[in-house]
């Protein structure tokens, strides 16, 4: 036998030999892994393949990008430059920022690239969503889901949201405690969006079981391609299951009446805008296209109506500003009867029964509201980005963009990047994009602010979505004040969606008349 000392050192040998096998072994897999995508250029084109790194064997630099979030692309844009490679949820993909190269992508659709969302959004939305439709499907079903969001329609959803937005201000103030904004925001977009735009008949109990459904889905969207038990894709499956289950009954239900008035939400307006182009949707579209319209009015809508209220807090005089131009519009008084009074929408809660004073038109005329409302979605889009293919091998700022790779556009750091804010593209404001500023950014080119990105597949909702953030601004200036009720204020996760990671914690309190005031506010 050897001796006891002896022993332990053929022990440490041995597991420093493995050590060392499986430290090399590593090393040869990632060098393999860099050649192979190194190798995969076209060597047709004499651009070399942007710099960057394609991080480890199959996984890449998904979980880099999972943990670190927005600081991920920071941290490599400021090492690479605005055109990077990366791999990222299975495939290869180039990152793209600055004005002039998102141009290039926005508009170079169906020529240079196509939609192309990583697989796992793929799955959970489905093919026939404007998302993920690419030629002329996507054509197709952008026709028909345009009437749902025309100056016409928007007419009619404007009161109903003023309703709601009403109702949910004052419900906060009403809190004994904080309220957490975020997750506020969520279930009165959700429920908002179920009603308003599809029309679900839904009370809270259901609305709510169906809002954690879908968080679920929303949450899992950009998963690793794995279906096996406990992966992220599996949990959004089975949401996005359930989801299909309880609309297709809706839907159903919907169909069997024959509604010969005018169509009243977006779900009547996309059946019949389906109809009259002789395309009528099939249940499984119109299943998709509901969660779509979801997606598009619930967790985007939710992260921006928080940023509104946490970026309004942060800047006073921005309030102070909107309350002068409510005054010098004469809409400075909020309802003051007590909420609750009197009925209201079904699924939307009580309201006190006053004619809404807010009209699309009128919203026009408030003009720095809007500045405000642009300003927030410059600072803090909801959506970071978007994705397309590499149709064939392209140049972008001396750089080839290889066939078949995806293409990544970044919303946030070309807003963060673009010379023609004059004033600190970090800071908040509004002013900028007045109508009189010289340095204006659309002065310079409009493709220096995407928040809604651009070209044949800007968001079709974009004049509602800005609608209902002008709506709330409103009500929130001439109803309450609010203030923090943490130490600090919370820092801000960016992945899936722009949101607080404390759910932004405040209180709200409900301001006097301004009869009783003097006229005073937050």
Not at 198 to 226: W, Y
């Amino acid at each position: 036998m050897l001796p006891w000392g002896m022993s332990c050192l053929s022990v440490l040998g041995a597991v420093g030999t493995a050590l060392l096998c499986a430290g090399l072994l590593l090393g040869l897999a990632q060098h393999l892994w860099t050649l192979r995508w190194t190798l995969s250029r076209d060597r047709a084109c004499a651009l070399p393949l942007p710099k960057g790194s394609m991080g480890w064997p199959f996984f890449g630099e998904s979980l880099h990008w999972l943990v670190q979030g927005s600081r991920f692309h920071s941290s490599r844009r400021a090492r690479y430059g605005t055109v990077f490679k990366t791999h990222l949820l299975g495939r290869p993909v180039i990152r793209v920022s600055g004005a002039e190269n998102v141009r290039t992508i926005l508009l170079g659709e169906h020529r240079l690239v196509r939609s192309q969302w990583p697989q796992s959004a793929h799955i959970l939305l489905g093919e026939h969503t404007l998302l993920c439709a690419v030629g002329e499907s996507h054509r197709r079903l952008r026709k028909v889901l345009a009437r749902a969001f025309s100056r016409a329609a928007l007419e009619r959803y404007v009161p109903r949201l003023q309703r709601a937005l009403r109702r949910e201000v004052r419900s906060w103030c009403a809190e004994p405690g904080p309220v957490a904004v975020y997750q506020a925001a969520k279930a009165l977009t959700f429920r908002a969006a179920a009603r308003i735009l599809l029309g679900l008949r839904l009370d809270e109990a259901q609305c709510a079981e169906l809002a954690r459904t879908f968080e679920q889905l929303v949450e899992n969207l950009f998963s690793l391609p794995l279906d096996m038990p406990f992966s992220g894709l599996r949990k959004g499956i089975r949401a996005r299951d359930q989801l299909h289950r309880h609309l297709e009954e809706a839907i159903a239900e919907r169909l069997r009446e024959d509604r010969a008035e005018e169509p009243g939400d977006a779900f009547d307006l996309i059946v019949h805008s389906a109809r009259e182009l002789g395309c009528e949707l099939s249940v499984q579209e119109l299943k998709e296209s509901a969660v779509e319209l979801l997606f598009a009015a619930f967790f985007t809508t939710a992260s921006a109506s928080t940023s509104l209220v946490l970026l309004l807090l942060q800047h006073p005089a921005a309030i102070a500003n909107i309350q002068q131009e409510l005054e010098a519009q004469g809409l400075e008084r909020p309802c003051s009867c007590a909420p609750g009074a009197v009925g209201g929408d079904p699924g939307l809660g009580p309201d006190c029964g006053c004619e809404p004073d807010l009209s699309l038109a009128t919203l026009g005329r408030l003009r720095y509201v809007d500045c405000v409302v642009k300003e927030v979605l410059r600072l803090l889009p909801p959506v970071s980005g978007g994705y397309r293919i590499a149709l064939r091998t392209f140049e972008l700022d001396g750089y080839q963009i290889p066939k078949g790779w995806s293409v990544m556009y970044s919303i946030r750091d070309t807003h963060e990047t673009a010379a023609v804010y004059h004033s600190p593209p970090e800071g908040f404001d509004p002013e900028r994009f007045g109508a009189t500023r010289e340095d204006a950014p659309g002065a310079a080119g409009r493709f220096h602010y995407i928040p809604f990105g651009g070209g044949a597949r800007s968001c079709l909702g974009q004049e509602l979505a800005q609608a209902m953030l002008q709506l709330l601004a409103v009500e929130l200036v001439r109803t309450a004040r609010w203030e923090l009720a943490t130490p600090a204020f919370p820092a801000m996760q960016t992945v899936p969606i722009v949101h607080p990671v404390d759910g932004l914690q405040l209180f709200f309190h409900r301001l006097a008349p301004p009869a009783a005031a003097g006229g005073s506010g937050p």
